[in-house]
C-alpha cells in the first residue's frame, strides 16, 4: 500500500479485521489395490477438533474527520411563535475550506408547515480551525408533528456531504396550538 506521508499525518493504521479459520484435516484413503497395507488411510492424521488459524486484514489508514457538527435539540412550539434551528460546524484542519448550503423544500405538506428566514442557499467559506453557525428562525404555520425543513451542507474540498439531512432520520417537532 503506498499512501503518501502528509495523508498520514492525520490518520491511524488499522487492520481491515481478522479472518477466522477452521481447519480439519481429511485423511487420503488408500488406493483399492494396497491391501498388504496395514492401514487404508494416509496423509496427514485426522484431529478431534478443527485447528483455528486467524489471519489479519490488510491494513488500512482511517483518517480524523475533517468536520465537527452540532445541532441543537429541538422542542415542542407554539405556532406563530418563531423558533431557531442551529447547526455549528467546525473546521478540524489547517486549511480553508469551501462549503455549499441548501436548505431544500419538501414535496410533501410538511413544506407548507414552516416560513424560514436565514442563509437558505450559497456558500460558506471557512478558514484553519475556524466555526461557523448557520442558524435559521422559523415560525410554524399549521398544528401537528411535522418535519423541520431539512438542510444539507456539502464540502467541495471532500465532495461529501456534512450534513444531509433528507437521506437521515428526520428531525421532527410537535406544534401546539
Known amino acids: 500500500m503506498n499512501i503518501r506521508s502528509n495523508y498520514l499525518k492525520g490518520s491511524i493504521s488499522a487492520s481491515l479485521g481478522v479472518l477466522s479459520v477452521e481447519w480439519s484435516p481429511h485423511p487420503i484413503m488408500a488406493p483399492a489395490d494396497a491391501k498388504d497395507l496395514v492401514l487404508q488411510k494416509h496423509g496427514p492424521l485426522p484431529l478431534s477438533i478443527p485447528s483455528i488459524c486467524l489471519v489479519r486484514g490488510p491494513p488500512c489508514y482511517i483518517e480524523n474527520a475533517p468536520f465537527e457538527i452540532h445541532t441543537e435539540r429541538l422542542v415542542n412550539q407554539r405556532i406563530g411563535t418563531p423558533f431557531t434551528l442551529a447547526y455549528e460546524i467546525r473546521n478540524k484542519t489547517a486549511m480553508d475550506q469551501k462549503l455549499k448550503v441548501f436548505l431544500k423544500e419538501s414535496d410533501d ?38 418535519t ?30
Open 109 to 146: 405538506e410538511d413544506s407548507l408547515c414552516f416560513m424560514v428566514a436565514g442563509f437558505v442557499d450559497g456558500d460558506v467559506s471557512l478558514g484553519p480551525y475556524e466555526r461557523v453557525t448557520l442558524a435559521y428562525t422559523a415560525i410554524a404555520t399549521l398544528v401537528g408533528f411535522h
Open 148 to 177: 423541520v425543513p431539512p438542510i444539507a451542507v456539502l464540502s467541495e474540498r471532500y465532495q461529501t456531504w456534512l450534513v444531509h439531512e433528507s437521506t437521515e432520520p428526520c428531525r421532527k417537532i410537535f406544534v401546539m396550538p
